[in-house]
């Protein structure tokens, strides 16, 4: 840090304030946790400096034996961790990694048919005529995926993402009454739309999927199962997903973050069942520019640390914190959608029962020293940006060693702070969708039961 210092004053300050945040507000974002020491230690440093596009021992660079060693290792670790055919680990992000999966889908099941029909195998000898019968192939396939307010994520179709000029997209939603995804519903879907793609995998859903019946579903379409585990891939990871709920079994693709609930670096994953691995591995150069090696030393630790029998104990007990949190908060009173949770998260409609926006919780529980998100819920009349809800999550606290109790005192202040929320007026007199008010003495009691967790 002092090297930082020296160099920008600014960057070190903020550097420890961050470090200070972490450590006095209690993290209850359902997608950040705290990585490792090694795994930190594995992505600051010099490995930063180096190029190496392309793939194990295939690069347009000289001097990629590290490299190329590290990533194998990652890769092979990744395999082991998930039993999967194959493993890429270059994508910088879960953006990344999506972007990465739907490129290899359409590369080899729109692409590759069109360009044989016109004679072809290589794309880059295609006359500008030929190229555009091609795109116009490629660009005109089904997404049939979860849609943004049911909790899937921006990259699955959402308008505003790239992934909807990708596709000619169609969503699914959860059931209005249940909250839940129903399967039977979505199986007429599936048979509507007919889509090259059926994704299936979530950034707010408080239930786990069966893969095994989306796989049968897509099958009866000639449909590609992928699935996007971004949130729980700690979960399949540490054998708490298994059978039906463990996507990499039944899926062609799954893409994930490594950084949520697997506790790793931030950063992507693909993994494949072999017909999709050339493919996958094409990520550079369709996507990507040059991989980075260091992050990719921090997932292959990240992977051992996951493989250790201690993570199954850890992915069981967040999933225990977020089912002990979620009945504590229905003991309250509060209304938690789908009356529970069976993984890592709940969510929590603030508007409902409180008569606040999601973005007036989320910040008079910062005040009060919880750290967490406000988020859409479906069919939310709030829009994205206010909300009508909160989303929750243990992955972190779990990291921190917190258990039933600490989920029972956490539920109760939250009650005590919303409950004694109100919204401010506008200067026209209107409802504020930001501020609002809160007693001192309950936010000070608040922080001062927050501090003592
Ligand atoms: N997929 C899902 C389901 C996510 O929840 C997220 C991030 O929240 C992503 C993809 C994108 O990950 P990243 O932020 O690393 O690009």
């Known amino acids: 840090l002092d090297q930082i210092q020296t160099v920008s004053p600014s960057i070190a300050a903020n550097i420890v304030q961050e470090l200070r945040d972490q450590r006095s507000n209690l993290k209850m974002i359902a997608s950040e946790n705290y990585s490792s020491l090694t795994t930190q230690l594995a992505m600051g440093n010099l490995l930063t400096d180096k190029y190496a596009e392309g793939y194990p021992n295939h690069r347009f660079y000289a001097g990629c034996d590290n490299v190329d ?59 500008r005529e030929d190229w555009n019968k091609v795109r116009e192939v490629v660009h005109n396939q089904r997404l049939l995926s979860l849609d943004y307010y049911s909790g899937g994520h921006l990259t699955h179709g959402y308008r505003h993402n790239i992934s909807s000029h990708l596709f000619d997209v169609y969503t699914y939603s959860v059931d209005r009454e249940s909250g839940l995804i129903d399967l039977d519903q979505l199986r007429k879907q599936l048979h509507e739309v007919r889509p090259l793609i059926l994704l299936a995998g979530y950034s707010a859903y408080p239930r786990k999927l069966n893969f095994a019946k989306m796989r049968e579903m897509a099958d009866e ?20 997903f298994t059978g039906e709920y463990d996507p990499v079994p039944h899926a062609h693709v799954v893409t994930s973050t490594t950084h949520k609930t697997l506790r790793g670096p931030r950063g992507g994953l693909v993994l494949c069942k072999e017909e999709f691995a050339e493919w996958v591995n094409k990520g550079c150069p369709e996507l990507l520019g040059g991989p980075l090696p260091h992050v990719m030393a921090a997932k292959a630790i990240a992977f051992r640390e996951a493989l250790r029998p201690e993570f199954h104990d850890y992915a069981q007990k967040i999933v225990e914190n977020s089912q002990a949190l979620a009945a504590a908060c229905v003991e309250e009173g509060l209304d938690v959608l789908t009356g529970g949770s069976d993984n890592h998260l709940l969510l929590i409609n603030v508007a409902k029962t409180f008569g606040l926006t999601g973005r007036q919780a989320e910040s008079v529980l910062r005040e009060c020293k919880f750290t967490l998100n406000r988020n859409s819920l479906p069919f939310d009349a709030n829009g994205p940006w206010y909300t009508s809800g909160l989303r929750i999550g243990t992955p972190a606290m779990t990291t921190l060693g917190m258990g039933a109790a600490e989920m029972r005192e956490i539920a109760s202040i939250i009650k005590l702070v919303l409950s004694n929320t109100t919204p401010a007026k506008t200067a026209s007199g209107k409802q504020s969708l930001t501020k609002y008010i809160l007693d001192n003495e309950i936010l000070v009691s608040a922080q001062q039961r927050v501090q003592a967790l």
């Open 69 to 127: 060693a590290i990533e194998s290792e990652a890769a092979q670790l990744a395999q082991e961790l998930f039993g999967a055919d194959y493993a890429y680990v270059q994508p910088h992000s879960g953006a990344d990694a999506n972007l990465v999966a739907y490129l290899a889908i359409l590369s080899a099941k729109a692409q590759k048919p069109i360009l044989s029909e016109l004679g072809y195998e290589d794309p880059s000898k295609l006359s």
């Open 221 to 240: 379409v000639g449909a590609v199962l992928m699935v996007d585990m971004a949130h729980f891939a700690g979960l399949v990871a540490g054998k708490v």
